[in-house]
């Protein structure tokens, strides 16, 4: 069965930082687009970040870029989203997510929840 | 950056009635390589999103022939022809054609 588990997320202040981790299996990771899509409480979907499948491209959403950094290791099968300078809105569930070229397969992950309070 | 509108915001639907939600786009969706990427999906509460459509109208594996997809350019449609407990959620409309990608607001559809 594909599996998606994220982990990392927690309690934090504003201005600090987490990292968040998605661990894959039972499909190849490596031929598929990454992302990370973040839901705040009660809202719609948020596209926040992806990365090609070889990391080379790496795109950002204008209200994260500068402050979060997405990458991957192909061998250890995993994404990752290192989120520095958080800010209360930051506050959400993150889903990572994989999804092949054109859109034709895609996997999710059940998310992991990132507070930014004081 | 593309903004997807969807309505109605919420859907009040009578079990085996049907369904019809509208999802709208600010540009065109249709890519240079001559493919919409136009893709819907199903969140049940407390559960991570599911896709159900891709590409404006191709079910995914698993996905109930009652669900349809529709729609070209600007305008697309998800219709369910005969709604069930299980289809209860919001539901999604997102473009991939842009960058970013974006999600439409969401419909709740509930049972009336």
């Known amino acids: 069965e594909v599996q998606l588990v994220e982990s990392g997320g927690g309690l934090v202040q504003p201005g600090g930082s987490l990292r968040l981790s998605c661990a894959a299996s039972e499909f190849t990771f490596s031929d598929y687009w990454m992302t990370w899509v973040r839901q705040a409480p009660g809202k719609g979907l948020e596209w926040v970040a992806n990365?090609?499948?070889?990391?080379?491209?790496?795109n950002y959403v204008d209200s994260v870029k500068g402050r979060f950094t997405i990458s991957r290791d192909n061998a250890k099968n995993s994404l990752y989203l290192q989120m520095n300078s958080l800010r209360v809105e930051d506050t959400a569930m993150y889903y990572c997510?994989?999804?092949?070229?054109?859109?034709?397969?895609?996997?999710w992950g059940q998310g992991t929840l990132v507070t930014v309070s004081s | 950056d593309v903004v997807m509108t969807q309505f109605p915001l919420s859907l009040p639907v009578t079990l085996g009635q049907p369904a019809s939600i509208s999802c709208r786009s600010s540009?065109?969706?249709?890519?240079?390589?001559?493919?919409?990427?136009l893709n819907w999906f199903q969140q049940r509460p407390g559960q991570s999103p599911r896709r159900l459509i891709y590409?404006?109208?191709n079910r995914d594996s698993g996905v109930p022939d009652r669900f349809t997809g529709s729609g070209s350019g600007t305008d697309f449609t998800l219709k369910i022809s005969r709604v069930e407990a299980e289809d209860v959620g919001v539901y999604y409309c997102?473009?991939?054609?842009?960058?970013?990608?974006?999600f439409g607001g969401g419909t709740k559809v509930e049972i009336k």
């Open positions: 997102m473009q991939a054609t842009h960058w970013p990608p974006s």
């Open positions: 997510a994989g999804y092949t070229s054109g859109w034709y397969r895609n996997y």
């Open positions: 590409q404006v109208s």
């Open positions: 540009q065109s969706l249709v890519y240079s390589d001559g493919n919409t990427y």
């Open positions: 990365i090609k499948q070889d990391g080379r491209e790496k």
